[in-house]
């Protein structure tokens, strides 16, 4: 039980048709008197260049196969670096959790502290000079 119109039909396929002839707007490549290079959807202004940019309307149609086989091989690409990012986080896990054994093992390392002995320093010549005279002292 259709309960549209008769004429709806009709009336649509007449709305689709203009709104496909609606869609194919012209494009104007705009040269300024600078150099400067626009594409709008409006008319130059005066006093610029003017040209119509021929926008094809349908498109040559795509080649499935070679599609499909750009995918696949892609597919494959990514499956094989998966695998590899795969294989080498099991090789660190299990190069982790295995214990080291005891004779392996490096030895504490030691701590060796510099400490400059204690002596008493002496004042250089230009120091004694440059002392004032009541630090005469010994």
Known sequence: MDRRP?????????????????AH??????TSATGAVTYQE???????????????????????????????REAALDRRLEAERERRSRETIARISQPVPADAQAPEPQVVLFVPEARRLRPSRLH???RPPFFRGG
């Open 42 to 72: 409006i008319p130059c202004a005066a006093g610029e260049a003017r040209r119509i940019v021929d926008v094809p309307e349908a498109y040559p149609a795509a080649n499935v196969a070679e599609r499909d086989r750009l995918f696949q």
């Open 25 to 30: 707007a012209e494009v104007f490549r705009c």
């Open 6 to 22: 008769p004429g709806f039909r009709i009336a649509l396929a007449c709305g689709m048709t203009a709104l496909a002839a609606a």
């Open 128 to 130: 004694v000079h440059l």
